[in-house]
Every structure is written in C-alpha cells, then in structure tokens.
C-alpha cells in the first residue's frame, strides 16, 4: 500500500492557512511529520490526527477543513447578548448632569472631576 505524502504548502492550501503556520505546527510538534533532508512532509493519517485533536491544542481551522461538530459551535450559537449589570455607582449614585467616559485601564471617569494631585 502506498502512502501520500503532503508537503507543507499542500496542508496551507487544504486548511486555508499560510505556509510558515505549517512549519512552525511541524516544528513545535503539533503537526506530525518527517523531515528528508531539508524538507519536511506529512502523511494523509497524521494530517487527520492533527485535524482530530486541533481544536484542544489551540489551532483554529477553516471550518470546511474539519467535519462539523456540533459540541464546538455550541459558543458561537450561544445567546451572550443579555443585559449588561448596572454599574455600581455609590450611595449617592450616578453624578448628574456631568457626563462619564470610559478611559482604556482606568475604566469609567467623571469628566470635569479633578484626579489626585491636579
């Protein structure tokens, strides 16, 4: 019986993804497969391994690459778009008449409220 062996742009082709993710999944061990010389390659079994156990090690992969399993598209049909918490503003409660902004790594500020040490 003879084996197919893939090369590494073939496996980029068929999962949609760029050659050097190829080399660097051979690489790092996540894609089995054997080097000839300078050259890597990967037969059909591995290659099927790898789309098996792909989902746990982190590797994302064009959805028409793999069979449709419904236990992983579970989150993506999840309904996450409910109603948000209220903030907690205090006892005195939302500052009125002054307006608030969202500051990355700081979070919500009052505007027109001097910081500490202004």
Do not use: N, Q
Request: no cysteine; aromatic share 6%; net charge positive.
């Amino acid at each position: 019986m003879e084996k197919r062996l893939l090369t590494p742009e073939e496996i980029a082709e068929r999962l949609r993804i760029s050659r050097l993710t190829v080399m660097s999944y051979l690489r790092s061990g996540v894609l089995k497969g054997i080097k000839v010389g300078r050259l890597w390659r990967v037969s059909e079994e591995d290659l099927r391994a790898f789309l098996k156990t792909s989902g746990p090690a982190g590797v994302w992969i064009a959805s028409d690459a793999v069979s449709k399993d419904d236990s992983d598209s579970r989150w993506l049909e999840a309904d996450l778009g409910g109603p948000l918490p209220p903030w907690d503003w205090g006892p005195a409660g939302k500052p009125a008449g002054k307006p608030v902004r969202y500051v990355p790594g700081v979070g919500l500020v009052i505007e027109g409220k001097k910081r500490h040490g202004e």
